[in-house]
């Protein structure tokens, strides 16, 4: 009695799209005879045996459901055959969605004997879309040389593109260079406020803040960036890099003919509020990304409120915790944290000491950053930059 290594048989593989089921596997006579030529049986001598036992369930990625090397090969055990060997498999979808559960039923035929067994695949799709005609990083001789942001394209493998989403900034023109500390003032203090991580079990505490240097450059269009790492007040292994993008940054007559207002929990803006900077977040391309403890865990970043009433708002008596000067604002956020999907809100509140930035002294020695990102069906994102 024999077991056929079928991995062994089969010279090519070939990765199925996910609409293919129903692949068929079969194995040569001739590799059969092989197989059998050290049997000193006949087909007389004893009865035929065919068994037939089915891989264990396997996760694997989107797309990947199709191939039989990533899902396993069954187990077939035969004796007293003269006939080929023919194995295929026919799927069903259990269950549709971002997770798909398909039931994977083996067949196994010879002579006139058949075996069946069914195998359970799940799928998860964690991949964003591929994204296309990203263009190369351009040198040009003059600022009016330099292109428009380029339409790019995407694909994904396992569902609908859904968004393509776009964010420019001109990062060789900077006008600020600022130094951001947390804000203290009344209740707890914290540079980023996430409670959702603390009722989720994450962390210990809400607070989060600054380790090291963390900044603000404020930049000529409009645009600006926060960089820096936060750190949990109640546990220093959890920390996040962040990297926040601002855009179409405002005067307040600009902000308030637009229908919007400001925060001022305690009280204390006055007519300050007529000299502060306003953002609005740039929604996904600000994001937290999991250090030490949290590494592999990311957070993309939602201005909040999300018809922009209220901005993030920058100068003196601004972060809503102190007369310092400073920023604040407010984010929804989802992504992963460990393995596991979450969603939240949260605060920005910082103190700021900024500085004129040294500008360059030719008008054309500039520098200008195109971001793109694509998100799928399942909330994946890839992103690209020129």
């Known amino acids: ?44 001598d004893c009865d035929p045996l065919l068994e037939l036992v089915c891989p264990e369930a396997v996760t694997v990625e989107c797309g990947e459901e199709g191939d039989v090397f990533v899902t396993g090969l069954p187990e077939v055990t035969v004796d007293c055959v003269v006939g080929e060997v023919t ?36 799928t998860e799709d964690t991949t964003g879309p591929a994204l296309l005609d990203v263009p190369a990083d351009l040198v040009v001789d003059c600022v009016e040389d330099v292109p428009e942001m380029a339409e790019i394209s ?13 964010y420019p ?22 540079a980023i406020w996430l409670p959702i991580l603390v009722a989720d079990g994450i962390a210990p505490s809400v607070a989060w803040n600054f380790v090291g240097d963390a900044s603000m450059i404020m930049y000529a269009d409009g645009t600006a960036e926060i960089s820096g790492v936060i750190e949990n007040s109640g546990d220093e292994s959890l920390k996040f890099a962040v990297d926040f993008k601002f855009q179409n940054g405002m005067n307040w007559d600009e902000w308030s003919d637009a229908g919007r207002n400001y925060k001022d929990d305690l009280g204390i803006a006055d007519g300050f509020y007529q000299d502060w900077k306003y953002y609005e977040m ?27 009433y209220f901005g993030f708002q920058c100068g003196e008596r601004a972060n809503n915790k102190n007369a ?31 500085v004129p930035y040294n500008l360059q002294d030719c008008p054309n ?22």
């Open 154 to 166: 995407g694909v994904d493998l396992c569902g609908e593109l859904v968004n393509i989403g776009t």
């Open 365 to 386: 020695d500039d520098e200008f950053t195109y971001f793109w990102y694509g998100e799928d069906e399942c909330g994946n994102f890839s992103f690209a930059t020129q």
């Open 87 to 122: 194995l295929y498999y026919t799927d069903e979808l259990v269950e549709g969605g971002c997770e798909q559960t398909i039931a994977r039923t083996w067949v196994a035929e010879v002579d006139d004997l058949v075996q069946l067994c069914t195998q359970l695949i799940y």
């Open 1 to 44: 009695m024999k077991q056929l290594d079928f991995a062994y048989f089969m010279k090519s593989r070939r990765s199925p799209s996910r609409s293919t089921y129903g692949r068929m596997l079969s194995i040569c006579a001739l590799l059969l005879i092989g197989v059998f030529q050290s049997s000193s049986l006949s087909a007389q």
């Open 169 to 190: 900034s001109e990062t060789g023109n900077a006008t600020d260079s600022c130094t951001l500390s947390t804000a203290v003032g009344p209740g707890d203090d914290w």
């Open 324 to 354: 310092n000067f400073g920023i604040s604002g407010w984010f929804t956020y989802t992504g992963t944290v460990n393995g596991m999907s979450v969603e939240g809100n949260g605060d920005l509140n910082a103190d700021k000491e900024c």
């Open 282 to 308: 740039a929604n996904v391309f600000s994001q937290l990304t999991g250090l030490d403890a949290l590494a592999g865990s990311k957070l993309y970043m939602y201005h909040m409120p999300a018809d922009y």
